[in-house]
């Protein structure tokens, strides 16, 4: 009995859940065959492939949008003193001589 109690420690403590809950999903009789024989080849179960997908779609990450992206940008500091068009008319006039 105390054996029972420790390896019952063990797994908890080293997050060893060996729970699995029944799925039912409904397929074309078609794919299901397909998907038999791709398991017979490789040597595993249908139960086995889908949970190897669900676990990758699962962990996928999202992708960011592109405002999301530019939201984390660095923001400037501009001080509101300052004549940026001026400047804008100032540069392109240092630039092209005009």
Do not use: W
């Not at 078609?30 to 139960?47: D, M």
């Amino acid at each position: 009995m105390r054996m029972i109690y420790f390896y019952a420690y063990l797994c908890k403590l080293l997050q060893f859940d060996t729970m699995k809950a029944r799925l039912n999903i409904t397929i074309d009789a078609p794919l299901l065959a397909e998907v038999k024989k791709v398991a017979y080849k490789q040597k595993t179960s249908v139960s086995e492939i889908v949970e190897n997908y669900l676990s990758t779609f699962v962990k996928m990450k999202k992708r960011k949008t592109l405002t999301e992206i530019i939201d984390e940008l660095p923001k400037k500091h501009i001080s509101e003193d300052r004549d940026l068009i001026d400047e804008y008319y100032q540069a392109k006039l240092k630039k092209y001589g005009l």
